[in-house]
């Protein structure tokens, strides 16, 4: 049954098309897209550790020894519900609570050029700029980690993961060879059709989290100060290849216990992306309505690496090999192991 009092998610959309046509054979347009999400779904946790400063006496807040009263040994015996009744309240951990009070808003401005096929040509670029900002969303938070401190989400508000790709650019060309007079250049060089296909995408973003309750409040996904305003290492080189260095460890350093860091989400960028891929295909008539097409593919023909983000645990403050990249963007374990260049070659015959 539905959640008393809970509001469903409904977003509102929007869009703005302007079309020109030039001559017979190029068409521009520019194209506004933006939506609005209302009521999307966060999660924060509601039995949260209440950090008590100063040192407390064996037997206060389950301390088996005089020292600090916070500390992630006692982190249950601190939580709000054994504060108010510590026979009931012992029995609950961490307590993951939906909200359904988050928004987020896209904007996104698309620029196109296309010309039509003619004289054994066409082209199509395209131009992305776009922003994705809000709360952070979790559908389903677990007990004992929200993605944000409880009752406190718009601290959290930053851009999107995911879809906050912030430019894009795609280039696709088709083109056939000429038929030339001379017959044996005829017989080589004559309706090879070239198609290569460009993308170039912006930095992604990824979150660089403390490793550590540093608030010791029993709250996961915490994130560190950033005490230089240029977090990236100037020299990309790593100690134990094959890796690539990308943060400058001195930038970002741990909060005072029992606080949260100044750093939110997804607001450091790591590499571009940049992938060039291409087709090269002719068809051989031999006789009538039969025919040979032999077809080469090339994917990311210049074999160029794409490196992803620090992903964890590199990107916890604590790991030893804090802020290196050792994946790309296949996901293949190793840098320049998966996003590899390759060649198909293909030969059919049609009748």
Known sequence: SPLKGFHPVYMNQWNLSVQRQIGQDWLLSANYVGNSTIHMVSGENVNLATYIPGNCVTGQYGLRAPGPCSTTANTNFRRALYLQNPTLGQAYSGIGQIDDGGTQSYNGLNLSARERLSRGFTVAANYTWAHCIGDPYNQNPPAGAGVAPAGNRRQWRSNCNGPDVRQLFTLSLVTTTPKFSNRALRLIASDWQFAPLLSIRSAQEFTVYSGLDIALNGQGLQTPNLVNTNPYAANHDCPSAP?????????????????????????????????????????????????????????????????????????????SNFGQITNDISGNNGIGAGDYRVVQLAMKFIF
């Open 243 to 319: 890796c690539i260095g990308w943060l400058n460890k001195a930038a970002f350093a741990q909060a005072t216990p029992g606080n949260y860091g100044n750093l939110g989400y997804y607001n450091l960028k790591g590499p571009g992306i940049f992938q060039l891929n291409l087709a090269l295909s002719r068809n051989f008539p031999v006789w009538e309505r039969r025919t040979i097409q032999l077809r080469a593919e090339a994917f990311n023909l210049p074999n160029h690496l794409n490196p992803t983000t620090p992903n964890a645990p590199t990107a916890n403050l604590t790991a």
